[in-house]
């Protein structure tokens, strides 16, 4: 069973940054390349919200607009974390955040982007959640 870690959240004041960082261990039956990442983020009486997705080979990202240009994702295939540099944190971007994985790159990135007409099938791989607190 796949499971994910985060860490690297904290509290900065605005205009700071912030890396995260999810380490995935019990990968057995994929290799970790084979995996959708993403992150999503939870703020206090919010739904859970989309920020950012990468396929398997990197070479695809996926950004919702108030997070572009600002939040860069990353991964390395051979240490297994994925990565979330925030850059010019606003205090509007206060959340848990949260990675999860998947290995479709379209069912994960439909939960990010919102982009399907009806719910896409639940994704089943997440992690605890690292707070990010961002200080006006």
């Known amino acids: 069973q796949v499971h994910l870690a985060e860490t690297g959240g904290g509290e900065v004041q605005a205009g700071g940054s912030l890396t995260l960082s999810c380490t995935a261990s019990g990968i057995t039956r994929h290799n970790f390349d084979e995996y959708v990442v993403g992150w999503f983020c939870q703020a206090p009486g919010k739904e859970r919200e989309g920020v950012s997705c990468m396929s398997g080979s990197g070479a695809t990202t996926y950004y919702v607009d108030s997070v572009k240009g600002r939040f860069t994702i990353s991964k390395d295939n051979v240490k297994k974390p994925l990565y979330l540099q925030m850059n010019d944190l606003k205090p509007e971007d206060t959340a848990m955040y949260y990675c999860?994985?998947?290995?479709?790159?379209?069912?994960?990135?439909?939960?990010?982007?919102?982009?399907?007409?009806?719910?896409?099938?639940?994704?089943?791989?997440w992690g605890q959640g690292t707070q990010v607190t961002v200080s006006s």
């Open positions: 999860a994985a998947d290995l479709n790159l379209s069912i994960l990135a439909d939960h990010i982007m919102g982009w399907g007409s009806t719910p896409p099938p639940p994704i089943n791989i």
